[in-house]
Structures are given as structure tokens and as C-alpha cells.
């Protein structure tokens, strides 16, 4: 593809993104479903452009004001994460005049609000809870995750997996803390490769691996997953269990539940049966109250922890969103919890960065159900469940991981066990 149109084609792609009525991820799939002809390198230069532009969004705006011409392309000029003399070969003498003098702007010198790139609201409320771990997060947040691979242990062995991988050409490291886990560098066309069409692995990141270990799915046992959503911690319970019991994959959107079929399929398990629901009061999980040994709620949350991958969803919330979210995660919760029979395990998580999504809703429920629920040491069940230095994972008896940290997506999870 000419130069010339491949940067026509980030400015339009931006064009679309930047309106935030969807998320991001859809956009960049629709849009390449619309450009059937494009080859797997410009995709991922679009791909990529478009995600630099999304992490310093707020700094290439205040650099491309001295620019001229369309904003949208002035932005995918500053974000361009393709060939650079294939972008240099699209710009006038005129913009490449004008990019040599804004690379040259000290970036360090700017105000903290275009150094860390996120709304103001957001900024207001990490740096007094981060401290001196702000800026590493912010740093680890404007790089692109890698990509993390769950063994399915139902079918296969993480040693085999990884030399497959290996037989591939293809590094594959064994992740430090979840037992399942694989970390791979780059894209690989993990479609193509054997493993994964046979369901020897799954994509999932090593944090919500460890919601699933913490969870702590027995052989013979009643389970729910009760926000499933396209289901990797389902799938990865389900193997838990080596296929025996009965795991229901709970979802109020039938969209997501059928994005779990093809990987349910892969996967060789039997004992999963997904149930879309209306609400957190359906009929049908009323019907379960009392009966199930384990209950994990990946509630519904901002996504903020997972802005490595999803770098539009801090711009895509606001402090309204996270209110109305609140509401809905305790009363989720609340539901959930009733599921349990004495004995059995209540496991809320989120993928937020947030205290008031994390802790404060924790910390309430254990106050408000102390006669009903005994919250549960999360190091120690961790280390039961062979997941590596798990003191290290836990802060005030909650876990807590972090991209800075851990190398993860930042998830949070804390644990009771009904009287």
C-alpha cells in the first residue's frame, strides 16, 4: 500500500476512535472487517498507531496544535508505530519540518497532566493512593502488554505446552505466580499454531489466572461463575475441576455467552453450562440459593487495570460511571453471596485500579454480613493453590496485583467463607 493512503487510513481509523461511542477494540475490528485488503503488517501499524494515540492522547493533542491540517492526522503522525521511512515518505517537507521540531520538545519539562495522560478526576484520585509508585505505574501502563497464555490442564501440561511452543520458534516463559500460566513476547498467529486449535491453551492474563486459583474449583463441586462474560475464568474453573461437577457460566448478555461457545468447544469440557440471566435477582439463580460450594464475581468494573490493553477506557469513564458501577457491584454481590452453602467459598474480584470499587465494597460487605460470612486469608489459600510468592501478591489481606509489580493486568480479589 502506498505511504500516502496507509496514513489516510490511520487518520480515518482515529477519526472513528476518538469519537468514543464504542470501545476501541470494536472499532479497530470493525474497520478491518471494512478493509478487507489490508496485510497483516498495516494492520498492525494502524492497530498500534491508534493505541499510542489513545495512551498519550492528552500530550499529542498539545503537540499537534502547532501543526496544521486535520487534527486526526496530525495525531496518527505523532502516534505512527509503522515503518519510519514509510511515514516519512507520506509527510510533506512541511510536516516533516514540523514532527523533527516536536520530537525535540523535552517531555520530561511538560505538566504532570501531560506526562501521565489520564482525565483529571482519575489523576486526583491515584496519585495520593499510589504514592511513590505513581509514575512506574503510569510507565507501565503506556506499554503494551504482552501476551499471556492459560494451559488447559484438563488436556495438557505446561512443560509440553511450552516446548511446542518452542518447537515453533516461539519463546514461551513460564509465568511466576500462576501455575497455568505461559508469557509470550510480540503476536504471534496463535490461530494457526496446533496448541491452540486443539485447546492445549487459552489467552488470559496471569492476574485472572489467579482469580480462578483463588477461587479454588474442587472435582464433584457446584460452581458458578457468576459474571462469566465470553468465559476464560469459566474455562479455566472448569479444568480446576478436571471436568466433573456442575459449573454455571452466569451472563446478562447473550452476546458475550456466545463467545464463549467455539472456546467451550476447544476446550474438551462438559460440565459448563452457560445461563443468560436478566439481572442479579433472576428467577433462576434464586433456584441455586443454598447449594454451591464456590461463587466468584468478576463484577462489573471500570476496566481501568486493564489500560495497557484498553487504553480508551480510562476516557471512557468518569466519576459518574464509577458511582453507578459501585451500586451495581455491591448489589451483584449481595446476590451472590446467598448462592452459598455453609462452608462454601465467595470470591469478588475486579480488574480496577480503584479503592472504591476494591476495598470499599469489600470492607462493606464483611461489615455488613459478619454473622453470615468469615473472610478468608488470601496468602494462604494462594499458596495452596501452588501460585508462587503469594505474600507478595497480597496487600491488607486482599489481592492486589499490578502491572508495575507483577507484570500483570492490575486486578483485585478478596475471599470469604460461609459460616
Known sequence: MHPNALLELATELLHRVLQFQQPADNVVSDF????????????????????????????????AQSGKGEMERR???????????????????????????????????????????LPEWLAERLMPAMGDEFWPLIDSLNVAAP?????????????????????????????????????????????????????????????????????????????????????????????AMRNTGRLYAFDTSGHRLAALKPRLARSGLSNVYPVQIAHERDERIKRLAGKIDRVLVDAPCSGLGTLRRNPDMKWRQSPTSVDELRAKQAAILESAARLLKPGGRLVYATCSLLEEENEAIATAFTDAQRHAFEPLAVADSLTRAH?????????????????????????????????
Open 147 to 239: 501476551l499471556d497464555l492459560r494451559v488447559n490442564t484438563f488436556k495438557a501440561k505446561r512443560d509440553d505446552v511450552q516446548a511446542a511452543f518452542k518447537a515453533e520458534g516461539i519463546e514461551a516463559a513460564q509465568t511466576p505466580y500462576s501455575p497455568w500460566g505461559l508469557r509470550v513476547q510480540g503476536k504471534p498467529a496463535l490461530h494457526k499454531l496446533d496448541v491452540f486449535v486443539r485447546g492445549d491453551v487459552e489467552v488470559q492474563d496471569e492476574g485472572s489466572q489467579l482469580l480462578a486459583l483463588l477461587t479454588d474449583a474442587k472435582r464433584g463441586e457446584m460452581v458458578v461463575d457468576f459474571c462469566a462474560g465470553a468465559g476464560g475464568k469459566t474455562l479455566a474453573l472448569g479444568a
Open 75 to 117: 495525531l496518527a503522525v505523532l502516534g505512527w508505530s509503522g515503518n519510519d521511512g514509510f511515514l516519512r515518505a507520506a509527510l510533506s517537507e512541511a510536516e516533516q519540518q514540523w514532527l523533527a521540531q516536536v520530537s525535540a520538545v523535552d517531555r520530561s519539562a511538560l505538566p504532570d497532566k501531560l506526562r501521565h495522560n
Open 32 to 63: 478491518f472487517r471494512q478493509q478487507r485488503a489490508l496485510g497483516m503488517r498495516e494492520r498492525h501499524t494502524l492497530a498500534e498507531t491508534t493505541y499510542a494515540v489513545l495512551r498519550q492522547r492528552l500530550l499529542f493533542q498539545h503537540l
Open 387 to 419: 501460585v508462587g510468592d503469594a505474600d507478595g501478591l497480597v496487600r491488607a489481606d486482599f489481592l492486589r496485583v499490578w502491572p508495575h509489580r507483577h507484570g500483570t493486568d492490575a486486578f483485585f480479589a478478596a475471599a470469604w467463607e460461609r459460616r
